[in-house]
C-alpha cells in the first residue's frame, strides 16, 4: 500500500494542544509557527506538562500575529505577539536559548491559569538540534516528530483501552510504513518536502496525561517498557529534521527515499 500522509500538526506554545492541520508550510524549524512561544518561570526554565499536568488544557492558535489561547474557566486571551520586549535568557531542558518577553498581560493571565508565577516568550535568535545540523524553536531537541500510524495501532492491540494519536503530540503521521515501519527509515519525500528521521524519541510521563482532561494514568509508558526500550528510553516515532522544506497536505504521498 502506498504510504500517505495522514496528520498534520503544529504546537504554537509549547505543552499546549496542538492544532490539527489541512495544510502546512515545512521551514527549515519545522511546522511554521511551531514551538514559537513558551512558558517559562522566573527564572527561565520552561514549563511543560511534565510537572504542569493542566497545560493541556491551554488550547492555542496563532496566525503569524495573533496568539489566542482558549482554557477552561478564562475569558480568551488575545496577544498580539511582540518583538520588542526585553530579550529573556531561557531554557530547554539544558539547552540555553532567548525569547522575547510578550509583558505583563500574557504573563498575569498563565499566572492566574496555572496558579504559579510565569512569562510568556517568543522565539528569537537560533539554536541548534542535538545532532544532524538542524535548527528548531523552542521544540525539545527536534523539529519534527514523525509517527506511522500502524504503530498506534499495534500499540493499541496491547492495550486495555486505545488511546488517541495526541498523547504522543506528533508533527506527521503516516499511514503505510507499517507497525514501527519508521524506525527502518532515514530519507522520506513528503510531499514537496524531505525529511530525514535521525532519532527514536524517547518518551516522557507527558503521554500518560489525556489531553482533553489533563488527567493522568499509567499508559502507555506502563506497556510500552515492556517492548519498546532502547538504551534505557522508552521509544515510540522519531525524532526528524526537513532536509528540503516546502508545501504539505494531508493526503500528500510518502516515498522512501533511504533505509537506515
Not at 509549547?14 to 512561544?37: I, P
Not at 500510524?149 to 503521521?173: I, Q, T
Not at 506502563?222 to 534505557?232: F, W
Request: glycine content about 10%.
Amino acid at each position: 500500500m502506498p504510504a500517505t500522509l495522514t496528520e498534520l500538526n503544529v504546537y504554537p506554545l509549547k505543552s499546549g494542544r496542538g492544532t490539527s492541520l489541512e495544510r502546512a508550510e515545512l521551514t527549515d524549524r519545522g511546522v511554521r509557527y511551531d514551538r514559537e512561544f513558551m512558558l517559562v518561570t522566573p527564572d527561565g526554565r520552561f514549563m511543560s506538562q511534565r510537572t504542569t499536568a493542566s497545560m493541556a488544557l491551554m488550547r492555542p492558535a496563532y496566525n503569524g500575529e495573533v496568539l489566542s489561547v482558549d482554557a477552561p474557566g478564562m475569558e480568551t486571551l488575545v496577544h498580539k505577539a511582540a518583538d520588542d520586549g526585553d530579550v529573556l535568557d531561557v531554557t530547554v531542558h539544558r539547552y540555553e536559548c532567548q525569547g522575547v518577553d510578550q509583558g505583563d498581560e500574557a504573563a498575569a493571565w498563565f499566572s492566574s491559569l496555572l496558579g504559579r508565577d510565569c512569562r510568556l516568550v517568543r522565539f528569537t535568535g537560533s539554536r541548534a538540534t542535538g545532532r544532524g545540523g538542524g535548527v528548531l524553536m523552542f521544540a525539545d531537541a527536534y523539529p519534527l516528530l514523525l509517527i506511522s500510524a500502524e504503530s498506534l495501532a499495534e500499540l493499541n492491540g496491547r492495550l486495555d483501552e486505545p488511546l488517541p494519536m495526541n498523547r504522543f503530540r506528533p508533527s506527521m503521521v503516516v499511514e503505510g510504513l507499517g507497525a514501527f515501519g519508521e524506525d527502518a527509515v532515514r530519507l522520506l519525500r513528503v510531499g514537496e518536502t524531505v525529511v530525514e528521521l535521525v532519532k527514536a524519541r524517547g518518551r516522557c510521563v507527558v503521554t500518560t496525561t489525556d489531553q482533553d482532561t489533563a488527567e493522568r494514568g499509567r499508559e502507555p509508558l506502563r506497556t510500552l517498557a515492556s517492548y519498546r526500550t532502547r538504551d534505557q528510553e522508552i521509544v515510540f516515532g522519531q525524532d526528524a529534521i526537513p532536509r528540503a522544506v516546502g508545501a504539505l497536505a494531508v493526503g500528500d504521498p510518502v516515498e522512501i527515499l533511504e533505509y537506515k
